[in-house]
Every structure is written in C-alpha cells, then in structure tokens.
C-alpha cells in the first residue's frame, strides 16, 4: 500500500460557526519573562508598581534580537509564579492584577494618515520594533527583522492560508477586520517598499474573497490582489504557498528576501497596522478551544489570560474521570501538554482537549506513505530508523533538518507510529 495524502479533514466547520465570547477582565493577567525565542529575560517593574494599558514592563532576550514585553491592562504588579508558556515550558511570568479601568499607557495616541505618508522605512521598522511584533502564525519571529532587509522585495504577501485543522483564527480575522489587514499589508510594502501585495487564501473560502475584495475598493491606488491557492495541507507553508501564488520557486532554507518577497501572515499584518496606526502593541487575540473533551467555544481574550479560565468559562471538561490528551496549538503542529495553567501568548492561538484513545503503535509495515506524503521530500521512516541507533551522520544525510513538522507522516502511518515525535528528536541530536 502506498498512499499519498495531502488532504485532511480540517475539522473547522462547526468551529468556524461557534459566536465569539469577549472575556477581556480576567482578574489576574501574566506575562511570561521568556519565550522559546528568547531564552532569558527581565523585567523593569516592581511589585507596588501601578502599570498602564502598552507600558514596557520587560525586555525577552533572544540570541540576535530583542523583544518588548508590555502591559495589556492596568493595574498594580503583584508579583511572579510559574505557568506554561506556548513551547509548554514551565517559566517565570509577571503577574498584573486588573484594575478592569483599561488606562492607556502615555504613549497610545493615534496617528494621522498624514504622519502615517511621512513615515521612512527605519520609522516604520522602529514602530515595528518598539511594538514588539512577532510572526503571529506560530513562527514568533520579529516581524522587524523580515523589514529591514537590504534586498528589494516586489511583493508582499499576506498569508491566510491556514492550513493547519481546527485553526480559525485567521479566518476569523479576515471575515470581520479584512480592513485592518489591508492597511497592515499597505504599511508593510512601504516599510519594504514593494509596490505589489497578494493576500493568499484558500480556494474554498468564497466568502473570504468576496470580503477582501469588497474591502479593497476602498484601496485602488495600491497593486493588492487576492489570490486562491490549493486546500490540501500544508499549503500554509511559505515555501508552498509561494510557489502556488506567486509561481516562484524557493529553494527550502534560503531567505524569501533574496527573491524579492516578504511573507507575513494575516494577523501580524493586522498587528502592523495597529502598531502603525494606533501606537498599540498586541492587546488581544482570538483563541479557540476545541476537541472531545472539552466545551467546545470561541474567546476573543487579553494576552496574558490564563487557558484554565478560560476553560473554567467555557464550561469546564467533559467527561472528567477520562484522561486527556490536551495539544496547544493545531493537531498537526501543536506542542502536547500536560497542564492546562497555560498563559495565551501572541502566538497561542487555541487549545484541543481530546479524550485519551489508546492507539498502540504497530511495527512499521514498509509501506512508503509516509515518504511519499511528506512535503520536503525526505524520508521518515529512515529518519525514524537512524534516529533509533542514534546515528548523526545518517541523520545529516537524510536531511532532518528540512522537516518543517507538519504531521503528515505521523497522519499517514497505518502503522500509528509517531514519526513526527522521532523527526523533532531526530532534529534536536542532530544539531548537538
Ligand atoms: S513532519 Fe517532517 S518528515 Fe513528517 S511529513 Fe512533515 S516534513 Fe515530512
Ligand atoms: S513508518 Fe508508517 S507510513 Fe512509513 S513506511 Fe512504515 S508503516 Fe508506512
């Protein structure tokens, strides 16, 4: 048996209709000191201390950059505990009790749209920065790095793709606020200064286009168009994504850049435009709760909410005596975790809660698919096999390194082996 597969259930229908929930004055807000980017960090309050709505509170301390950590409520600092970040490490986090009055730091004001046309690139680059803006698809890369690249870009895409099963974020965003994208998409070919934008999104999404384009009329002087790329999985991936939008052809690991494009995704666009626009750092985000074992709903919440309460309002665990498989993030992609005191992040975009199945794994039946599904054309079940005699030098020459995770080998496998698990693995001893 030898099967291919690039088409998955996506499982976003039912979750797609759910009405969003605004649970924006969780008593107690936490901001983790680090990140898996940034490996150290500190903050620059002390408990007493009364914080404002977009106030620096720290600094994340990456190996090449710097990331700003700011209040998303006002209130006092009361201290520090442990909870769960987005990598599912257990890390330090500033607590900040809600004075639910939401005052606005000094430094949030408007801009004008003629302050906006004076901006230079390095004004644009620095809103950027200061903002602390990160690729909020999951990536977490500073989205300030991506603008300040020498190369001349022709074109900037703005990702809405979302392949990944039970994510909606993104679609949620581009059904209510396809304006702001737009505008983040302007700001960022001029920080570039591209004089071209292309809003990916999937074929299927006819609402989608017909709200982006509507949205677009109001933008005739700029070159943006929308275009469809396929619904199979990963068509997310940049490297796919482009090819199919653009027609070019990347080569895995070399910088867009140098091929006169930038990819952002259609929330961190959104979040340039508010960087830009309204001096605002990322307040909020949507984030969805979803599986067998749990209420499934929608929460439209501050950063720096707990997962726990939200799960609390959401009605609770279903079937409570059955253990859990709980994954942050897609089911393809996420991060397994064993505690649900998870603090949402930027880049925390939902949580599955899926009753235990014990599924055993089975010997490897030697039937390819998952050589011939995988995306980057390498192969698991070697990788699986070196990986297990912890042989390095196999490992580099069947190229681990390219696995970009997305699950489908695991997915494939009649055998239920967790080839994915063995790629990360494989990754990390390859690297040491
Ligand atoms: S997880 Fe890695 S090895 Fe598996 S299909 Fe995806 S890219 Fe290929
Ligand atoms: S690891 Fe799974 S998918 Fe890959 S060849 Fe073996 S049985 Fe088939």
């Avoid at 001029?190 to 982006?212: D, M, T």
């Avoid at 039937?367 to 580099?396: F, T």
Wanted: charged letters at 25%; one cysteine or more.
């Amino acid at each position: 048996m030898i099967a291919k597969t690039k088409y998955i259930p996506d499982g976003k229908k039912a979750l797609k209709e759910l009405p969003i929930l605004h649970y924006l004055d969780a008593e107690y807000v936490y901001y983790p000191v680090t990140s898996a980017r940034c490996p150290e960090g500190e903050t620059c309050v002390r408990g007493g201390q009364f914080v404002k709505v977009g106030e620096v509170v720290g600094t994340r301390k990456g190996a090449f950059f710097e990331q700003p950590m700011h209040a998303t409520v006002s209130g006092e600092v009361v201290g520090y505990e442990k909870h769960i970040d987005n990598s599912g490490k257990l890390v330090d986090c500033l607590i900040v009790k809600n004075d639910r009055k939401y005052a606005l730091h000094e430094s949030i004001k408007d801009r004008t749209d003629e302050e906006i046309d004076a901006l230079t690139k390095e004004e644009f680059i620095q809103i950027v920065k200061d903002a602390g803006l990160v690729g909020l698809g999951g990536s977490a890369f500073p989205t300030y790095i991506k603008l300040e690249t020498k190369d001349p870009i022709q074109v900037v895409i703005a990702n809405g793709v979302e392949c990944e099963p039970n994510l909606i974020a993104d679609y949620s965003l581009m059904m209510n606020n396809p304006r702001e994208i737009i505008k983040g998409l302007i700001y960022a070919m001029k920080a570039s200064g591209a004089p071209k934008g292309v809003i990916a999104i999937k074929k299927k999404y006819k609402e989608i286009e017909e709200r982006l384009k509507f949205a677009l009329q109001e933008f005739t002087e700029y070159d943006i168009q929308v275009v469809k790329v396929g619904n199979f999985y990963p068509q997310g991936w940049e490297i796919s994504m482009i090819k199919e939008a653009l027609g070019i052809k990347i080569p895995q690991g070399e910088l867009l850049s140098k091929y006169g494009v930038l990819n952002f995704n259609v929330s961190t666009l959104q979040s340039i435009y508010n960087a830009v626009k309204k001096r605002l750092p990322v307040l909020e985000r949507l984030f969805t709760i979803s599986g067998d074992g749990v209420q499934n709903k929608s929460f439209r919440a501050r950063i720096g909410t707990l997962v726990s309460d939200l799960i609390e309002l959401a009605g609770g665990y279903k079937e409570e005596e059955q253990s859990k498989v709980m994954i942050l993030g897609g089911p393809m992609m996420g991060t397994n975790i064993q505690r649900d005191d998870v603090v949402m992040t930027h880049t925390t975009t939902s949580l599955i809660v899926l009753n235990e199945k014990v599924e055993k794994e089975e010997p490897c039946v030697h039937c390819a698919s998952c050589v011939y599904s995988c995306p980057v054309e390498i192969q698991p079940v070697q990788i699986m096999n070196a990986y297990k005699v912890r042989d390095k030098d196999a490992l580099k020459m069947l190229e681990v390194n390219k696995c970009i995770e997305c699950g489908l080998c695991s997915f494939v496998c009649p055998s239920k082996i967790h080839l994915t698990e063995y790629m990360r693995s494989g990754k990390r001893f390859a690297g040491k």
